[in-house]
Structures are given as C-alpha cells and as structure tokens.
C-alpha cells in the first residue's frame, strides 16, 4: 500500500511520503481559505465525472471565519468591518453546520470522496470522519468523543474538532478541522457552530505539547487511506 502526499499547488512539490493512491492525498501546506474553497469545486466536478481518483487536502489556513448553510447557526459576535481591521476573513460558504474559525496550527482536511463508490451514506461518512479525528487524536494522547446530533470531537463539554460538509451527486466536499496548536481565541469572535457556551479545546491545551504539523499530517494520511482504501470494500 502506498500513500501519495503531494504538496498541491506549491511551486517545488515535495513527496512527504509514498502509499499505493487508492486515495490520494495532499498536502497544502498554509493556503488562503477561498483558494482552497475553488480547488475543492473543481476536484469536485472531477471526481463527479470519474477523471479522478477520490481526494483529500489536507491544509492549514491564515485566521479565516467561515458560515454555513444553517443560517439560525451563524453567529458573529463582531461586525465583519471589525473582523476585516483584525485580519480575518468572513466566508460564507454551504457546507452544513454553522460559524467556524480557522488558523495556523488547526489541521484541516477536505475530502473529495465518491461515497456511492465506497458504500457508505452521508451518516456512515461523518462517523467514519468521527473516528478518524478519534484515532488521530488517541495517538496525540488525546482521549475524545462523538456527541450525537452534534458532529464533530469532544473533550469532556469541551470541542476539539469540528465537521462541516455537504454532499453532491454522492460526492463529498468540505470536511474537518481539528484543533492541534492553533490560538484559540479566534473562537471568541464566534458562537462555534451556533452552540452557545460551548468551550473550545486544542491538542496543545489538554496536553501541554507543541507537536510539530507534519507528522500528524503524516499520521492523518494513514488513518484516510486506511479507513477510505477501495482495497477495504
């Protein structure tokens, strides 16, 4: 089995490391939301037409609010003026779920997937989303869980992992982001996901470490084809 990590987009590429690409894997290193947001409608409309195999972009993004498609869950708690001052993006985008914040140190990874192919329905996929976010964090000592009615990763009341995604001719886009080492007073400008009260939480907050991204990237790509490998089916 080999797993393909290519760096998407960069002017020198590098090979992190080699796997059999029953998925392919990408790493995009700190790219702008809305550049990613396009790569990921024309991957769609690729693996739609079967030009492509099933995808993932895996990314860290400069501090960038996104909204989603439930609109009662959009909860600003600064203008989008005041935001823009700050340097923070505000982009409204119609994946599922509510507000969102991203930034360096938050591993994020968008999968492209074509989820009649791999015989799960959009409840089976966010599961599986669920676990690997599980497994990736167990590794990093970690120790979460699913909220039902609630998606994403949770530590005790605390949030640690959030899942946006949407759907289209059985083929999946948007995705997870997972707090690693990101400064999470980002959240404070937001209600997350319209959830009031809630707290968010980061690797580095409940362990006291400061990994380093890429071998979690490293470790991330494994669980994606692990759980996601046709080779499974």
């Not at 760096?7 to 090979?15: E, L, S, T």
Request: proline share 4%.
């Amino acid at each position: 089995m080999r797993i393909l990590i290519l760096g998407y987009g960069r002017a020198n590429p590098v090979v992190l490391e080699e796997i059999e690409p029953f998925v392919q894997i990408h790493d995009c290193g700190l790219a702008d939301y809305r550049q990613i947001l396009d790569q990921q409608h024309r991957l769609l409309k690729d693996r739609q037409q079967d030009n492509i195999k099933n995808t993932v972009l895996i990314v860290e993004h400069p501090a960038v609010i996104t909204l989603g498609a439930r609109q009662s869950r959009n909860k600003l708690l600064l203008s989008p003026e005041d935001l823009a001052h700050r340097h923070i993006d505000v982009v409204n985008v119609r994946r599922g779920g509510g507000s969102t914040a991203h930034n360096p140190g938050q591993l994020v990874f968008y999968p492209i997937l074509n989820l009649q192919q791999l015989g799960l329905g959009i409840s089976e996929y966010i599961r599986t989303l669920e676990v690997i976010g599980t497994e990736l964090l167990q590794h990093l000592d970690v120790r979460c869980s699913a909220r039902k009615g609630f998606p994403g990763l949770w530590v005790g009341t605390k949030k640690i992992a959030s899942i946006g995604v949407r759907v289209s001719k059985f083929t999946t886009y948007h995705g997870m982001a997972i707090n690693v080492r990101n400064d999470l007073s980002i959240f404070d400008l937001i209600v997350p996901c319209g959830l009031e009260n809630v707290q968010m939480t980061s690797v580095q907050k409940e362990t006291g470490k400061r990994h380093s991204m890429n071998p979690i990237k490293k470790r991330l790509a494994k669980l994606l084809v692990s759980h996601f490998s046709l080779e499974k089916q």
